[in-house]
């Protein structure tokens, strides 16, 4: 079956850096869009990060452009969220997710299957 594993958050200082991982197995990760997602407390679950089957294109919520990338190794079936200058609105628990095809989509909907999330703290 589809799984979705995160891990690498934890707890840092504002301005500091953490690298997300999401590994995949049951599918064929590399005919699949993947996404990230995070969820504060109280809040919606919101799109932060999206990247195509091959890589080729991303996109970005405009809270986190220039300081998250987005990546993946189709031959690991890993995506990757690469988290720099972080703030302190940037804590949530931060979910990787399935897209139901090819495309990047802004919304939880389009996506089929998630990961359990890695909680991400950030301290002022």
């Known amino acids: 079956q589809v799984q979705l594993v995160e891990s690498g958050g934890g707890l840092v200082q504002a301005g500091g850096s953490l690298r997300l991982s999401c590994a995949a197995s049951?599918?064929?990760?590399?005919?699949?869009?993947m996404g990230w997602f995070r969820q504060a407390p109280g809040k919606e679950r919101e799109f932060v990060a999206g990247?195509?089957?091959?890589?080729?294109?991303?996109a970005y919520a405009d809270s986190v452009k220039g300081r998250f990338t987005i990546s993946r190794d189709n031959a690991k079936n890993t995506a990757y969220l690469q988290m720099n200058s972080l703030k302190p609105e940037d804590t949530a628990v931060y979910y990787c997710?399935?897209?139901?095809?090819?495309?990047?989509?802004?919304?939880?909907?389009?996506?089929?299957?998630w990961g359990q999330g890695t909680q991400v703290t950030v301290s002022s």
């Open positions: 049951g599918f064929t990760f590399g005919s699949y869009a």
């Open positions: 990247i195509t089957w091959s890589g080729a294109s991303t």
């Open positions: 997710a399935r897209s139901r095809g090819g495309s990047v989509w802004y919304g939880p909907q389009k996506y089929d299957s």
